[in-house]
């Protein structure tokens, strides 16, 4: 029997290649794998011997022979193979062990072309392919994982069938994703006539969506993403719905900038409008529920922005995710600690909130180093995949349709009320008053229902407010929404419950009829151009 060895990752190869060496396999392999088993004093043919052929251009011809491609492909009970095998002089090879270059993690690297191209795979491949085109016969193994269970048949004189088909199965598996982190790199287009997707399984969930779904999570192989690049530093294991609310989550509050990264609505606004407009507070606290915000809020500080935002929703946020852009402080710690949270993100903890933090023995406290950088979104339909860009334009124009013009100091207001919306379910409707939303409304059927909500919502948190010696009771002044309005119903009610600027995109048939509305009213509107569903 023979078996050719050629692993990048050498964890469990000496005790396989021992086990094989013991059972009187001859062992072939190239490089640097030949000189480790020799190092452990296990005897090995290189594979120039066997083909009678150098390695040559660098190592990048190795086992491209038909020597090795033969022994992996003859049929064991076809007499023509066996007879084209005895002809030339070919030994058949029983077993392949190979993991590959190591691309996907080089991907992450930043490397130039050239650096990459040399983690480019190409022998590894073949024979992997290879053996497992003829599993019935040759033993295809890529995966650390799996050496135990086949040193177990081997022993006990069999490997079952089942076990070399899904040997083969993953050597597929790993073989595509591989190609498709390959072609992702080389290719410049968007959306390819073939979409290669390259993904790992991160985590085999306890069940999905709801309890009789199973689930897993998948990362990509490439670049790291910011879910993929987070550390879970205490809690229970992430569930389905945790790792969807933590995505918007850690989307809506990076929105707003983090750590030295300025929010990609700065562009828009520092070409919309003029150069005198107020700069935003700094950080953000987000809140989210059910994959939508319950709460968003700008501050000057951290304990600032959480305590606007858990007043939008005091209801809601219980059982909720809330998600920082700034390191968590002791004094924010404490008030995140008077409710039941399902997660906390951020960039970073204070070691003192930390140590309040955990001591809620459930709550999942997520460190999040990396800010969103996904470029498209993926939405799975039955036999398929929508593919989009990442809705990452704020605002296209700033056109102001009305005979009123917003007040200077409503402009820090629609620029986050825009902002914020966006990342609530459509139909989205937003109250901000003083960088924060008072009144959210989210995945309403019509847009009446939805502003009607958010009105009520607003005056209700401001009035709680009031109460609590909190700031005056005087009403909010911006609403933002997320689309256009088909009808001028809702200036209507916008009006009576005191608003005095709207934001919106604009591009209903009957925009005329709102405009119309909003300056019998003496509301200001401004239409922004670009439109943010989010469904």
């Known amino acids: 029997m023979k078996a050719l060895i050629s692993a990048y990752n050498k964890d469990g190869i000496i005790e396989l290649a021992g086990f094989l060496h013991e059972a009187g396999w001859e062992i072939l392999s190239t490089g640097g794998t030949a000189?480790?088993?020799?190092?452990?004093?296990?005897?090995?043919?290189?594979?120039?011997?066997?083909?009678?052929?150098?390695?040559?251009?660098?190592?990048?011809?190795?086992?491209?022979?038909?020597?090795?491609?033969?022994?992996?492909?003859?049929?064991?009970?076809?007499?023509?193979?066996?007879?084209?095998?005895?002809?030339?002089?070919?030994?058949?090879?029983?077993?392949?062990?190979?993991?590959?270059?190591?691309?996907?993690?080089?991907?992450?690297?930043?490397?130039?072309?050239?650096?990459?191209?040399?983690?480019?795979?190409?022998?590894?491949?073949?024979?992997?392919?290879?053996?497992?085109k003829n599993c019935?016969?040759?033993?295809?193994?890529?995966?650390?994982?799996?050496?135990?269970?086949?040193t177990a048949g081997l022993k006990a004189g069999v490997v079952p069938f089942a076990t070399r088909k899904k040997l083969a199965g993953k050597v597929f598996a790993l073989t595509s994703a591989y190609d498709a982190a390959i072609s992702r790199f080389l290719l410049e287009e968007e959306y390819p006539a073939y979409y290669p997707l390259s993904i790992r399984k991160a985590q085999q969930m306890r069940y999905g969506e709801n309890g009789h779904q199973s689930a897993s999570l998948y990362f990509h192989t490439g670049k790291?993403?910011?879910?993929?690049?987070?550390?879970?530093?205490?809690?229970?294991?992430?569930?389905?719905?945790?790792?969807?609310?933590?995505?918007?989550?850690?989307?809506?509050?990076?929105?707003?900038?983090?750590?030295?990264?300025?929010?990609?609505?700065?562009?828009?606004?520092?070409?919309?409008?003029?150069d005198d407009s107020p700069s935003l507070p700094p950080v953000c606290c987000v809140a989210v529920k059910h994959n939508t915000p319950c709460g968003i809020s700008l501050g000057g500080s951290l304990a600032e922005a959480y305590e606007k935002t858990y007043a939008c929703d005091p209801v809601s946020i219980f059982g909720g995710i809330v998600a920082c852009n700034a390191k968590v402080d002791t004094e924010t710690a404490v008030k995140l600690n008077d409710l039941f949270l399902e997660i906390v993100v951020a960039p970073d903890f204070d070691e003192e909130a930390l140590a309040v933090l955990k001591q809620k023995k459930n709550v999942r406290i997520m460190k999040a180093p990396l800010a969103p950088r996904q470029k498209q979104e993926f939405v799975s339909v039955d036999g398929g995949i929508l593919i989009q860009s990442a809705d990452q334009r704020l605002m296209e124009k700033w056109d102001v349709v009305t005979e009123l013009k917003p007040e200077k100091q409503d402009l820090r207001d629609m620029i986050f009320g825009m902002q914020a919306v966006a990342y609530v379910k459509s139909n989205a409707i937003?109250?901000?008053?003083?960088?924060?939303?008072?009144?959210?409304?989210?995945?309403?059927?019509?847009?009446?229902?939805?502003?009607?909500?958010?009105?009520s919502r607003g005056a209700q948190v401001i009035e709680n407010a009031c109460k609590m010696g909190r700031g005056g009771g005087e009403p909010a002044r911006v609403l933002a929404s997320d689309a256009f309005f088909p009808f001028p119903d809702v200036v209507e009610a916008a009006a009576a419950a005191g608003i005095k600027t709207i934001i919106q995109p604009g591009g209903s048939v009957k925009d005329s009829l709102s405009i119309k509305a909003a300056n019998d009213t003496g509301i200001a509107m401004v239409f922004t151009g670009t439109r943010h569903f989010k469904h």
């Not at 019935?136 to 135990?148: E, F, G, N, Q, R």
Request: hydrophobic share 45%; aromatic share 8%.
């Open 35 to 132: 000189r480790y088993l020799k190092e452990y004093n296990l005897p090995v043919a290189d594979v120039s011997q066997a083909t009678g052929f150098p390695e040559c251009l660098d190592g990048r011809v190795k086992t491209l022979h038909p020597v090795i491609h033969a022994g992996l492909l003859a049929k064991r009970d076809d007499p023509a193979h066996t007879e084209t095998l005895k002809e030339h002089a070919i030994s058949p090879i029983d077993l392949v062990c190979v993991n590959l270059y190591p691309f996907f993690e080089k991907a992450q690297a930043d490397l130039d072309f050239d650096e990459m191209i040399e983690f480019i795979d190409i022998g590894g491949p073949a024979m992997l392919r290879s053996a497992a």
């Open 136 to 150: 019935k016969d040759v033993l295809a193994l890529t995966d650390p994982a799996d050496y135990a269970e086949v």
């Open 224 to 274: 790291k993403g910011a879910v993929a690049s987070m550390t879970q530093l205490h809690g229970k294991e992430l569930s389905y719905n945790n790792v969807r609310d933590l995505d918007v989550a850690w989307k809506a509050v990076c929105s707003f900038g983090l750590g030295g990264e300025k929010p990609f609505y700065q562009d828009d606004v520092a070409r919309l409008l003029p």
């Open 430 to 455: 937003l109250i901000a008053k003083n960088c924060a939303a008072v009144g959210m409304s989210a995945g309403e059927t019509n847009r009446i229902w939805a502003v009607e909500l958010a009105l």
